[in-house]
């Protein structure tokens, strides 16, 4: 069974920057796409970012382009979010999730069976 963990989150400072890192076992990451997603309160959780199983970045959400980076270590079965020039509006839960194999569309967060629990990102103004 695919088990993610997230860790890394914590609070920030305007500009500042935080790299997630999410922590795949159960199977061999290079089959998986793995995506991250977000949340804050009151929303609908979003797309942020994911990389295919090929290892290829699959895209970003148009509102962390250029800011964040979203790299895998299949040596080490991590998933990492480089995040840089983070804003509040970047205040949220954090999400990994997986998948096997390849997918249509990357930013549904239905493609995506298997999800971590989480880990909360503030960042102050």
């Known amino acids: 069974q695919v088990q993610l963990v997230e860790s890394g989150g914590g609070l920030v400072m305007a500009g500042g920057s935080l790299r997630l890192s999410c922590q795949f076992s159960?199977?061999?990451?290079?089959?998986?796409?793995v995506g991250w997603f977000r949340q804050s309160a009151g929303k609908e959780r979003e797309f942020v970012a994911a990389?295919?199983?090929?290892?290829?970045?699959?895209g970003y959400a148009d509102s962390v382009k250029g800011r964040f980076t979203i790299y895998r270590d299949v040596a080490k079965n991590t998933v990492a979010l480089q995040m840089n020039s983070l804003n509040p509006e970047d205040t949220a839960v954090y999400y990994c999730c997986a998948r096997w194999g390849h997918s249509r569309d990357y930013s549904a967060s239905t493609a995506y069976p298997y999800w971590g629990q989480g880990t909360q990102v503030t960042v102050s103004s």
């Open positions: 159960g199977g061999t990451l290079s089959r998986y796409a």
């Open positions: 990389i295919a199983w090929s290892g290829d970045v699959a």
